[in-house]
């Protein structure tokens, strides 16, 4: 069975960086797509950014695009969100999803496994 794993979350001031990473475990990272969502209190669910199985074709969604970078590392089924320039209204529980489509998408429904969530918090 897949499990996903989030860790790197925290509190950050505005204008500051975290690094969010997801350790994939019981198959290879290299047969998924992942992406990353996240959920603020009282909001829907939004797509943040994706990667796909093969790595290097990947979405942004357009509040994040520019200051957001998603990379993988198969050797360690690591994949990793790079947060910079953060604003308050990127405070949100943040989680990633697989997939085995060949491609990503921004859509949460396309993604049968996801991991537990972590919370990032954007605020003096």
């Known amino acids: 069975q897949l499990q996903l794993v989030e860790s790197g979350g925290g509190l950050v001031q505005p204008g500051g960086s975290l690094r969010l990473s997801c350790v994939v475990s019981g198959f290879p990272l290299d047969h998924y797509a992942i992406g990353w969502f996240r959920q603020a209190p009282g909001k829907e669910r939004e797509g943040v950014s994706c990667?796909?199985?093969?790595?290097?074709?990947?979405k942004y969604a357009d509040s994040v695009q520019g200051r957001f970078t998603i990379s993988r590392d198969n050797a360690k089924d690591t994949v990793y969100l790079q947060m910079n320039r953060l604003k308050p209204e990127d405070t949100a529980d943040y989680y990633c999803?697989?997939?085995?489509?060949?491609?990503?998408?921004?859509?949460?429904?396309?993604?049968?496994?996801w991991g537990q969530g972590i919370l990032v918090t954007v605020s003096e």
């Open positions: 990667d796909s199985r093969g790595g290097g074709n990947t």
């Open positions: 999803a697989a997939t085995r489509g060949l491609y990503c998408s921004l859509y949460g429904d396309d993604y049968y496994d």
